[in-house]
């Protein structure tokens, strides 16, 4: 039974490309969750989907940010134009109905 | 606004001592609490968590207690271990069922062989 995959495992782009970051959630998971953590820093909310439907996106910047999570495939967090501030490591995590958050192993992205 | 804090961002101890990670959390209507270890590289790991209507839940070698009057929570480690060496989270769930997680800062607990 595999776990949160995320992929890749590591981005490099340079300032001004498109960031695309996957996650494949646990089977029989249909909740996901995406956070962002910087150096030394505690992981940070950005947005929680459902199969087709954003659930919460408080926590999501207003511009070059989205989430999808389509009725098949993985959900995905994409970045537009990104700058240097982008640069950290994106967490995909996933839960049955009010289960328990699984996490991934991370996206860790380098703008240059 | 909404914050998760720890007492200390650095523990060291002896292997085989206990540790104890303390954790301020700030939203009453939090009422889901979690630890998570984090090791370096890797996304973090449940460890054990605990819901508001209990003070003190067990489990292999940790135990978390619950402090809703001065909104604190700790996670204590029996026999630590070299393992255990990483960081520490604690996290909140604001009120939000089945929704987003709000992390404190971390804990970074190095063990001594």
């Known amino acids: 039974n595999a776990g949160v995959m995320q992929n890749p495992r590591h981005l490099v782009r340079r300032r001004g490309q498109e960031a695309r970051l996957r996650c494949s959630p646990m089977?029989?998971?249909?909740?996901v969750y995406w956070y962002r953590q910087l150096p030394e820093e505690g992981l940070k909310f950005m947005v929680y989907?459902?199969?087709?439907?954003?659930?919460?996106e408080s926590g999501m910047p207003k511009e070059r940010f989205s989430a999808e999570f389509p009725k098949e495939g993985p959900s995905i967090l994409r970045i537009q134009q990104v700058v240097r501030g982008d640069s950290a490591a994106y967490f995909c995590a996933s839960s049955s109905a009010r289960g328990e958050q699984f996490f991934g192993p991370g996206t860790r992205l380098t703008v240059l | 606004g909404e914050s998760v804090g720890l007492h200390l961002p650095t523990l060291s101890v002896q292997e085989g001592d206990n540790s104890i990670i303390n954790c301020a959390y700030s939203n009453s209507a939090s009422d889901y609490f979690i630890w998570y270890k984090q090791e370096s590289g890797k996304g973090p790991q449940f460890i054990i968590d605990i819901r508001s209507n209990m003070d003190k839940r067990q489990g292999q070698r940790v135990t978390v207690l619950l402090n809703k009057t001065v909104k604190h929570l700790s996670l204590q480690i029996a026999a630590t271990q070299p393992g255990d060496s990483a960081v520490y989270f604690c996290?909140?769930?604001?009120?939000?069922?089945?929704?987003?997680?709000?992390f404190g800062q971390g804990t970074e607990l190095s063990v001594k062989p």
């Open positions: 996290a909140e769930n604001g009120g939000n069922q089945g929704g987003k997680l709000i």
């Open positions: 989907l459902q199969k087709e439907n954003i659930i919460d």
């Open positions: 089977k029989g998971h249909s909740h």
